[in-house]
C-alpha cells in the first residue's frame, strides 16, 4: 500500500501578512502521555513564539518524567471530584523542548480546553485565562456538567505562572457542556453563557471584570440590585446595580425580543442586500412583542405565529454556541440558536447572531439566511465565532461565524455565489449544498463586517460521501488543490462533516480549522493526503480528522490535511482514530493537537521530542506542527 502521508522535502515561502514573510517550518507530528490517556485540547500562540498546550490526563506521572509539573494554587471553586488531571504545558515555538508544566489540582477539572489572553493579536501577551470541563451541582443541586474559566497570575513572559488570581465554576448542561462559550476583552471583562441549553431552566450570559467580580454592562437587558432583578437600563434602575446580564428564557422575561410595537415591526438589513423584520432575534417567533407591564405578548398579528409562520419550542431556554470580543474596543458577538416550530408543528431550529457595543447596546442581529423567503426547514446552529483583528476598525471590522446545518433546503445559508457585498460575488470554495443527502450535518463559514453586520465572504464545508459520484472533468483550477474534482461540479453527493467549535485566524485573516470528515479533500503539500478520486489504487476511504486553512475571502483553501491511522484500502478499517481538538495558526504553518484512540492502526509521525514518542502504547495524546509549503 502506498504511504498516505506527504512528507515535506523543501521549505517555502509562505504569506503571512501583506507585506512579511515566513518560512514554513520543518513538520514534526508525534503522540504523548499514551500510557496515561491524555487528551489535548487546545494551543495558544504566545507573543514570543512559544505555545502553550492545554489538556487532561488520567495521570501526570509522564509528565514528571520531563518536567517539573508545578500545582497551581489559589482559591479554586467546589465541583465534584473526577479522575483526570487538567494540565497545561508551556513549549518551544518547535515543539521540541518542555520550557515549564503546570497541572490544576487532580480531579479539578478533565481538561484544558481554551486558553485566552487579553491582547490586541500582535501585541505583547497579556492576562491569561483557562477554561475546561468539570462536574458539579446544577442549580436544583443536582450532579450535573460544567465548564470552569480562571485567571492565572502571570502569563509566562513576566513570569511563570503559580496561582489562580480567579476562577468560576459555571453550569453548562445540554450541548452548552461542549461549547463552553465565553471570551476575555482588551479590559480583562470576561463574558460568558451558563445554564442548560434548551432546558426549562436557566440560560443566561454574564460578566465578571478583570478582577473576577460579576460586574455591570449598562445596556443590556437585565440587572441586579441589593433587593433584587432590574429589567432595563442600568441608569434608570431606582437603586444601585451590582452586576447584569442577559437571560435567554422566554418564560416571563423578553430579552431578545422587543419590548414595543414599532420595535417589532421594524426592518433592518439581512446583511445580504434584503431585509428582516423584528429589532432582537425572537421576535420572529411570536405574534407580537413583549409587554414588560403584564410580562406576556401584546399581539400585534393576533395568528399565535411570527412573521413566516415560526413558534417557540417546547423548551423555553435557547443556547448559546459562540461568544467573542473584540480586543481593541469591546465589542461582543454572542451567537446561537433556538428550539422553533415550523408552520405544519414539526420542530426546527432556528440561529442568530448578536452584536452589541462595549456597553452591551444592540448593533445588529442576523439570521444568516434569506428571511424574507420565509421559514428554513434545516435545523441551524452556530458552532463558533472570532474576531478578524486583521481588518482595521475605521474599515468596519469583521467576524468569521462558523455554522451548521441538519437538512438541506433551499432557504438555507447564505450560498458563497450570492453575497452581494463580496469583492468576488460568484466565488467561493464550495458554493452551495449539492446532492440528496439531507439527513446529516454539514458546516458553513461567513465573514461579516463587524459594525453592521454585512456578508462578506461564505462558503460551504462538507465532505463527500464515500462512493460520491464525481465530475472527473472538471477540476479545482488551483494546482496546490492536487487536481481533486471541482466541489461545485457535477452536484456530488456530500456527508456529515463537524468542524471543532475553534477557529485561529493569522496576520493576513486566514482561517485555521480543525473538523472530522468522510471524503477529505487534501491539498498537495499536505501532511497526510486522502486518496483522491483519480487515484486508481484508492480504494475504500474512512472517517478522518483534519486541518484546513481558508483563504480570508474563502475563495479557497491554502491547505488541508487529514491526520489518522492508516486503513486498510481494502475495507476501511483501522483509521478514524484521531480526534483533533486545537489548532493555532503560526508563521509558516499551524499547530494542531487532540487525541488518538487505543485501537485503529498508527499514525504517520515524523520527528518525534524527547517529551514524545512515534508510536502509541494506549490511547494518548497527539501534537503536530505542520508547515504550509
Known amino acids: 500500500?502506498?504511504?498516505?502521508?506527504?512528507?515535506?522535502?523543501?521549505?517555502?515561502?509562505?504569506?503571512?501578512?501583506p507585506c512579511s514573510f515566513a518560512q514554513a517550518p520543518a513538520d514534526r507530528v508525534f503522540l504523548a502521555g499514551s500510557?496515561?490517556?491524555?487528551v489535548f485540547s487546545s494551543v495558544h500562540r504566545l507573543s514570543d513564539g512559544t505555545l502553550l498546550l492545554g489538556g487532561g490526563t488520567k495521570s501526570p506521572a509522564w509528565l514528571s518524567t520531563h518536567a517539573k509539573v508545578v500545582e497551581l494554587g489559589g482559591a479554586l471553586p467546589e465541583v465534584i471530584?473526577?479522575?483526570?488531571?487538567?494540565?497545561?504545558?508551556?513549549?518551544?515555538?518547535?515543539?521540541?523542548?518542555?520550557?515549564?508544566?503546570?497541572?490544576?489540582?487532580?480531579?479539578?477539572?478533565?481538561?484544558?480546553?481554551?486558553?485566552?489572553?487579553?491582547?490586541?493579536?500582535?501585541?505583547?501577551?497579556?492576562?491569561?485565562?483557562?477554561?475546561?470541563?468539570?462536574?458539579?451541582?446544577?442549580?436544583?443541586?443536582?450532579?450535573?456538567?460544567?465548564?470552569f474559566i480562571a485567571r492565572l497570575d502571570r502569563n509566562f513572559l513576566t513570569g511563570t505562572p503559580s496561582s489562580v488570581e480567579w476562577a468560576l465554576s459555571l453550569e453548562a448542561n445540554g450541548p452548552l457542556a461542549d461549547t463552553q462559550p465565553w471570551d476575555v476583552g482588551g479590559d480583562g471583562r470576561?463574558?460568558?453563557?451558563?445554564?442548560?441549553?434548551?432546558?426549562?431552566?436557566?440560560?443566561?450570559?454574564?460578566?465578571?471584570?478583570?478582577?473576577?467580580?460579576?460586574?455591570?454592562?449598562?445596556?443590556?437587558?437585565?440587572h441586579w440590585h441589593a433587593e433584587g432583578e432590574y429589567e432595563g437600563l442600568a441608569k434608570d434602575s431606582p437603586k444601585p446595580v451590582t452586576h447584569s446580564g442577559i437571560i435567554l428564557k422566554i418564560a416571563g422575561r423578553g430579552d431578545f425580543r422587543s419590548?414595543?410595537?414599532?420595535?417589532?415591526?421594524?426592518?433592518?438589513?439581512?446583511?445580504?442586500?434584503?431585509?428582516?423584520?423584528?429589532?432582537?432575534?425572537?421576535?420572529?417567533?411570536?405574534?407580537?412583542?413583549?409587554?414588560?407591564?403584564?410580562?406576556?405578548?401584546?399581539?400585534?398579528?393576533?395568528?399565535?405565529?411570527?412573521?413566516?409562520?415560526?413558534?417557540?419550542?417546547?423548551n423555553a431556554c435557547a443556547h448559546v454556541g459562540a461568544?467573542?470580543?473584540?480586543?481593541?474596543?469591546?465589542?461582543?458577538?454572542?451567537?446561537?440558536?433556538?428550539?422553533?416550530k415550523l408552520p405544519d408543528g414539526l420542530p426546527d431550529f432556528e440561529p442568530w447572531v448578536v452584536a452589541m457595543d462595549s456597553n452591551g447596546r444592540l448593533m445588529w442581529w442576523q439570521r444568516?439566511?434569506?428571511?424574507s423567503k420565509g421559514v428554513s426547514t434545516p435545523?441551524?446552529?452556530?458552532?463558533?465565532i472570532t474576531v478578524d483583528h486583521s481588518v482595521p476598525v475605521e474599515k468596519g471590522g469583521a467576524v468569521v461565524v462558523v455554522a451548521r446545518a441538519h437538512g438541506n433546503n433551499v432557504n438555507n445559508f447564505w450560498t458563497g455565489d450570492s453575497i452581494v457585498h463580496s469583492d468576488n460575488p460568484k466565488t467561493a470554495y464550495q458554493k452551495k449544498f449539492t446532492g440528496k443527502n439531507g439527513n446529516i450535518h454539514y458546516q458553513w463559514i461567513g465573514r461579516m463586517t463587524a459594525d453592521k453586520g454585512e456578508m462578506l465572504h461564505a462558503t460551504y464545508a462538507a465532505e463527500y460521501t464515500e462512493g460520491a459520484k464525481f465530475d472527473l472533468k472538471t477540476r479545482m483550477k488551483e494546482p496546490l488543490l492536487d487536481h481533486w474534482p471541482d466541489i461545485n461540479a457535477g452536484w456530488p453527493d456530500f456527508n456529515t462533516t463537524r468542524l471543532r467549535n475553534v477557529i485561529s485566524l493569522d496576520p493576513s485573516g486566514r482561517i485555521h480549522v480543525v473538523g472530522t470528515g468522510r471524503n477529505t479533500v487534501t491539498t498537495k503539500n499536505a501532511w497526510q493526503k486522502f486518496p483522491s478520486p483519480l487515484d486508481p489504487d484508492r480504494g475504500t476511504g474512512s472517517w478522518s480528522d483534519f486541518a484546513r486553512v481558508f483563504r480570508q475571502d474563502l475563495t479557497t483553501i491554502d491547505y488541508s490535511s487529514i491526520l489518522t491511522g492508516e486503513w486498510n484500502r481494502a475495507d476501511g478499517k483501522g483509521g478514524g482514530n484521531v480526534t483533533l481538538h486545537g489548532v493555532c495558526a503560526v508563521p509558516g504553518g499551524l499547530v494542531v493537537v487532540g487525541a488518538i484512540k487505543a485501537d485503529g492502526n498508527d499514525i504517520p509521525t515524523v520527528n518525534p521530542p524527547a517529551w514524545g514518542t512515534a508510536k502509541r502504547t494506549g490511547s494518548g495524546g497527539v501534537v503536530a506542527l505542520l508547515g504550509i509549503r
Not at 1 to 17: D, G, H, T, V
Not at 368 to 371: I, R, S, T
Request: proline share 6%; hydrophobic share 35%.
Open 1 to 17: 500500500m502506498k504511504p498516505l502521508f506527504a512528507p515535506c522535502l523543501a521549505a517555502a515561502l509562505c504569506l503571512l501578512s
Open 81 to 147: 471530584p473526577g479522575e483526570q488531571t487538567a494540565f497545561l504545558l508551556h513549549v518551544s515555538a518547535d515543539l521540541g523542548k518542555i520550557l515549564g508544566a503546570m497541572a490544576l489540582p487532580k480531579g479539578f477539572a478533565s481538561e484544558v480546553r481554551a486558553i485566552k489572553t487579553t491582547e490586541v493579536p500582535g501585541a505583547p501577551t497579556g492576562a491569561l485565562h483557562l477554561s475546561g470541563s468539570v462536574q458539579r451541582n446544577d442549580r436544583q443541586g443536582k450532579p450535573g456538567k460544567g465548564y
Open 35 to 38: 500510557e496515561a490517556e491524555t
Open 379 to 384: 435545523d441551524q446552529y452556530v458552532d463558533a
Open 368 to 371: 444568516l439566511y434569506a428571511e
Open 259 to 314: 419590548h414595543t410595537r414599532e420595535d417589532f415591526e421594524r426592518e433592518s438589513s439581512d446583511g445580504n442586500g434584503g431585509v428582516k423584520k423584528g429589532k432582537w432575534p425572537f421576535d420572529g417567533m411570536f405574534d407580537g412583542y413583549f409587554d414588560p407591564a403584564t410580562r406576556k405578548t401584546s399581539p400585534v398579528t393576533g395568528t399565535g405565529k411570527g412573521y413566516f409562520g415560526y413558534r417557540w419550542g417546547g
Open 323 to 340: 461568544i467573542a470580543i473584540d480586543r481593541r474596543n469591546g465589542r461582543m458577538f454572542i451567537g446561537g440558536n433556538n428550539k422553533s
Open 190 to 222: 470576561v463574558i460568558f453563557a451558563q445554564g442548560g441549553s434548551y432546558g426549562h431552566d436557566w440560560m443566561s450570559v454574564d460578566a465578571v471584570d478583570a478582577s473576577g467580580t460579576p460586574t455591570v454592562v449598562p445596556e443590556w437587558p437585565r
